[in-house]
């Protein structure tokens, strides 16, 4: 089976859901979190903290450098994600579209066939 990340993207400046839509997406996320694990398809899922908590690590002619925050500037970030197996594209967009009923746009990327080696 092949993996896919499905990333869950939060835009900049976009209003802020309320206290109960908050609590409706985390029921939503838990009941697909569910579905997916009894489904097989599971294999990692996670929030993240906001972009100003990045630290970016580069390397140049063997010396690291660190800087805070994201090298970008964007309006649109990652907030979370999931990485689950599916036969194909189009069963990893179907959890996708559950996933996005529930929080939001997410994007859908399969792994490159030599890091599932």
């Given at each position: 089976?092949?993996?896919y990340?499905?990333?869950?993207?939060?835009?900049?400046?976009?209003?802020?859901?309320?206290?109960?839509?908050?609590?409706?997406?985390?029921?939503?996320?838990?009941?697909?979190?569910d579905e997916l694990q009894a489904a097989g398809a599971w294999v990692f899922a996670?929030?993240?903290?906001?972009?100003?908590?990045?630290?970016?690590?580069?390397?140049?002619?063997?010396?690291?450098?660190m800087s805070?925050?994201?090298?970008?500037?964007a309006k649109e970030h990652i907030a979370g994600f999931?990485?689950?197996?599916?036969?194909?594209l189009d069963q990893a967009l179907a959890w996708a579209e559950k996933c996005a009923a529930a929080c939001g746009p997410i994007e859908v990327r399969p792994f490159d066939d030599l890091s599932q080696a």
């Open positions: 089976m092949k993996q990340l499905l990333s869950v993207h939060f835009v900049e400046g976009a209003p802020a859901p309320s206290d109960e839509e908050m609590q409706t997406m985390f029921r939503e996320t838990e009941r697909i979190n996670g929030g993240l903290t906001s972009p100003e908590s990045a630290t970016v690590v580069r390397t140049e002619n063997g010396t690291a450098t805070d925050g994201p090298f970008a500037e999931w990485i689950i197996k599916c036969d194909d």
